[in-house]
T-cell receptor, first 104, second 115 residues
Framework: RKEVEQDPGPFNVPEGATVAFNCTYS??????FFWYRQDCRKEPKLLMS???SGNEDGRFTAQLNRASQYISLLIRDSKLSDSATYLC?????FGAGTRLTVKP | DADVTQTPRNRITKTGKRIMLECSQT?????MYWYRQDPGLGLRLIYY???????NKGEISDGYSVSRQAQAKFSLSLESAIPNQTALYFC??????????????FGEGSRLTVL
């Protein structure tokens, strides 16, 4: 069983839409949770860490549900520049990534 | 200059050849990692090292070996390359943060093609 499961999408949304990504993880003892962004086969870069109480950074909100062992990322008011692949990370293990395309 | 440097950036080789991918970092991090990326599969962990004397297998270590020559250097070897090892390989580093994992910092990737 994979450490981290993520719906690969793709998600195609219009500008201004709200989109949500989810990942589930198998190790209940996991302590570190992140969302990374990857553009066009470049190296992944940290988008935000995920804290137990949930956290927000502008249009981005990350949440952790330890009981159900999943993390989520919500993007509000999508911009064209949000088009990328979003990767969830639990400890040092990556999900498969979800491709997002935001269209005019 | 990049904080995490991978060489070579691109390599085409033939089945059966030995290949080494090198990674060096100037971030002063103890922890280093090698991942491979295939379309639709995200990044899969090959090997990782939490300090110079520590080497651990990841999710897909078969067919690979590593060497941690110094805190700043972590090399990945394919002893006898095969076509299904064609992929984009990433090296990453992270700071030591006790029991938790800190942010991963990546090199720009090494694209390997095995014919």
């Amino acid at each position: 069983r994979k450490e981290v499961e993520q719906d690969p999408g793709p998600f195609n949304v219009p500008e201004g839409a709200t989109v949500a990504f989810n990942c589930t993880y198998s190790n209940s003892a996991s302590q570190s949770f992140f969302w990374y962004r990857q553009d066009c086969r470049k190296e992944p870069k940290l988008l935000m860490s995920v804290y137990s109480s949930g956290n927000e950074d502008g249009r981005f909100t990350a949440q952790l549900n330890r009981a159900s062992q999943y993390i989520s990322l919500l993007i509000r008011d999508s911009k064209l520049s949000d088009s990328a692949t979003y990767l969830c990370v639990v400890n040092i293990f990556f999900g498969a990534g979800t491709r997002l395309t935001v269209k005019p | 200059d990049a904080d995490v440097t991978q060489t070579p950036r691109n390599r085409i080789t033939k089945t059966g050849k030995r290949i080494m991918l090198e990674c060096s970092q100037t971030k002063g991090h103890d922890r280093m990692y090698w991942y491979r990326q295939d379309p639709g599969l995200g990044l899969r962990l090959i090997y990782y090292s939490f300090d110079v004397k520590d080497i651990n297998k990841g999710e897909i270590s078969d067919g690979y070996s590593v060497s941690r020559q110094a805190q700043a250097k972590f090399s990945l070897s394919l002893e006898s390359a095969i076509p299904n090892q064609t992929a984009l390989y990433f090296c990453a580093t992270s700071p030591s943060t006790g029991g938790n994992t800190g942010e991963l910092f990546f090199g720009e990737g090494s694209r390997l093609t095995v014919l």
